[in-house]
Each structure stands twice: as C-alpha cells, then as structure tokens.
C-alpha cells in the first residue's frame, strides 16, 4: 500500500512564499531603473495572476520571472531567474508551516512501512525544500519536472510510477476536489479529502473515498 499526498493546505502552508519572492524580486528591478505597475495592492493581484498562470502550465517559472521584469521596463537575464528562485529557496526555513499532525503522522505511516511520495503542482527544488521543512522525506514529484500538472492523469501515472504501485493500492490525500481528487479517482486511486475547514463539497466533483478532518485521521484509513 501507498499513500501520495499533495503538499499547499494538505502537509503544509508556504504562507505566499512565491509572492513575496516576486515582491521581493520587484524591489531589485525598481533599483535597476524599472518601473511600478500600481500600488502595493495592485502588484500583488498581477503577481497572482502570473502564478495561477504558471500553476497551470502556461509558463515555466523562469518564463514567469522574465516576463515580470520585462512588463517593468528590465530586460530580464538568467540572473533575474536565479535570483528570484534563491530568494524562494531562503524563505523556506522562516515562511512553511506543517499542519498539525504533519509530522507524527509522515512517522506514523513510515514507521508501518506504508510507501509515500509526494505529487504537487509546482517547481523544484522549491516544492522538495518545502517537503523536507514538514518532515516528508520521500520521492517528491514536482509538476514542472514530469511535464505534467495535477489533474492530468499522466501526473497521476507518475505517481503510480515513483511508488511502484498499481494505481488501486494508492490513497491520494489532497484538499482541492477539482484537482486532487477528481484526479486521483480518474487515475484508479483512492481519494482522500483533507477537509480542516469543515467545506461544503462540491457537487460538480466526483466524492472522495474517505473525508477526514485531520491528518491524524488517515492513520484509521491506511492499515497496518
């Protein structure tokens, strides 16, 4: 048996790291004589729609930060990419939290001998310095590296692939229904829907297998 899990609001929260990151990014660029697009508000809803873009396969994240310090008057370089991606990476330690339980359970399963990979939307080595700062010490599958975002199945297929397990002795753990578990259960695995919000579930999106509240409650699901 194996569990994946997703990482943002199911292991852990990174509190708008890759926000800040860019805001941070954007102090640089002013002092090389760009220029502001709005206020402090305004920047911050173009910074999101620039990430949602490239959550969603649109860019890569080093696309993303040349195309944001180019639409401010810079022209962008490699450095500009490497230095908002070490900016990210500094953040790690100071800015993840691990949700409640994180850890005990991730020791818990492991000390089962339960098999565990992460599969996540998003770049690394961000998505595995995040893992590591909660405690997750498995294979981490970072969409940007397998060419494929959550809920495409093939993201799922390498899941399958990391764990060495057919796709029906996976329980994926996920808070989003659109993404995580209506892609788990397209892909033949068990859902599990981390709902720590007491979430109304929507009814456009296939219901999970098992709903818990907590982390702590997969331990119940997952046998010994």
Request: aromatic fraction near 6%.
């Amino acid at each position: 048996m194996g569990v994946g899990f997703d990482f943002d609001h199911t292991l852990g929260i990174d509190n708008k790291l890759e926000r800040i990151a860019f805001l941070r990014l954007l102090e640089r660029v002013l002092a090389e004589g760009g220029r502001a697009l709005g206020t402090l508000d305004q920047e911050t809803v173009r910074i999101d729609a620039l990430l949602a873009a490239q959550r969603a396969g649109a860019s890569t994240i080093g696309g993303a930060v040349r195309a944001f310090v180019a639409e401010r008057g810079v022209a962008p370089t490699g450095d500009h990419v490497a230095a908002y991606e070490a900016i990210c990476l500094a953040m790690v330690d100071d800015v993840v939290v691990p949700l409640p339980g994180a850890r005990e359970t991730l020791r818990a399963l492991a000390a089962r001998g339960v098999q565990l990979a992460m599969l996540t939307n998003g770049w690394d080595p961000l998505q595995t310095a995040k893992a590591r700062r909660v405690g997750f010490h498995g294979p981490v599958l970072a969409s940007a590296g397998i060419g494929a975002q959550k809920p495409d199945p093939r993201a799922f297929a390498a899941l399958a692939e990391a764990l060495a397990l057919p796709a029906e002795a996976i329980w994926y753990v996920g808070d989003d229904p659109a993404i995580d578990i209506a892609g788990a259960l397209a892909a033949g695995m068990q859902a599990v829907w981390l709902d720590a919000e007491g979430r109304s579930y929507p009814s456009a999106c296939p219901p999970p297998t098992r709903r818990i509240g907590a982390l702590r409650d997969l331990l119940a699901i997952v046998a010994n």
